[in-house]
DNA sequence: ATGACCATGTCGCATGGA
């Protein structure tokens, strides 16, 4: 199985891309963040017209989770087990989305941003991901053999090298103690972050300041998954090119080739 | 060239992104 994750920042404004992109990579699950859209807004009559079943997750133009799969879709959840609820009134975000495809469990995920260190916003992050372990670590618990896939937008630069210039970042998020902690620690769960090992590229460029034309990017997108799914990676890669062109992402594809 | 923010809702500007 060839998975994909990609923020899509707007499926509306980037639904051509998408669908070329699902016909040049043979992707057969491609995990979505950043939809932008509701339910009812969601162009499925163009996937379905690709041979992709998508299942979309999405209120408003904030957030939004999706995945499509041409190899089948199944028990759909929508959040995971104590996922954190944002707003007033409190409610869950779209920002999770749970699916099986083939015999993977696929999980497209948007990490909240945190915006600034201490603002509640980081502290809803920190909250969220340290549930997502909880949740994740109970999965693998009950069955070891499970092929569970954690994949998205993780909002994390995990090692200094995630950054063109850590100076940049002094005392902004994506790159502090604890959201570095907080991510390290699904490998304290069984998860291994199997990206890293196969491509050293980032994810995501600005659209400000010429950091694309420039290479100051940052990564921030990766697939943390099971024993097995980690055995059975024959390769990864990351789509650089996805950010050339006209209106792209700010965040290019994650791609994992998974074996049978 | 890979080029100086972009997308949403709404219609002048606020909000969010990282």
């Known amino acids: 199985m060839r998975l994909a994750t990609w923020n899509v920042n707007s499926i ?3 639904v051509d891309r998408v669908l070329a992109f699902l016909e040049r ?3 057969d699950v491609l995990a979505m963040q950043e ?13 379905q017209a690709a041979g992709y079943e998508v299942v979309h997750h999405g209120f408003n133009q904030w957030n939004g989770v999706a995945v499509a799969s041409r190899v089948g879709i199944s028990d759909v959840e929508t959040a995971f087990e104590g996922m954190p609820t944002w707003g007033d009134p409190a409610g869950a975000e779209a920002r999770a989305l749970g699916v099986t495809c083939d015999g993977v469990r696929v999980w497209s995920l948007y ?3 945190g915006r600034v260190l201490h603002d509640p ?3 809803y992050k920190l909250q969220w991901l340290g549930a997502l372990r909880e949740a994740a670590g109970t999965w693998l ?13 993780w909002n994390i630069a995990p090692r200094d090298e995630d950054v063109w ?6 005392g902004a998020t994506h ?7 907080a991510f390290r620690a699904f490998e304290d769960v069984g998860f291994t972050e199997v990206t890293r090992s196969y491509v050293d590229q980032y994810t995501y460029w600005d659209y400000q300041r010429l950091r694309f034309p420039r290479n100051e990017g940052m990564r921030i997108d990766f697939a943390y998954v099971s024993p097995v799914v980690a055995k059975r990676t024959d390769a990864v890669s990351i789509e650089r090119d996805e950010r050339k062109g006209k209106a792209p992402s700010d965040h290019v594809p994650v791609v994992l080739d998974l074996a049978d």
């Open 12 to 14: 509306r404004t980037r």
């Open 25 to 27: 990579s043979g992707t």
């Open 35 to 47: 939809t932008k859209c509701r339910e009812d807004q969601f162009p499925h009559l163009a996937f």
């Open 111 to 113: 990490v909240p941003n």
């Open 121 to 123: 916003h980081y502290e």
């Open 141 to 153: 618990r009950s069955d070891p053999d499970a092929r569970i896939a954690l994949v998205g937008d």
């Open 165 to 170: 210039d850590m100076s940049v970042f002094a």
């Open 175 to 181: 790159v502090s103690p604890p959201e570095r902690e």
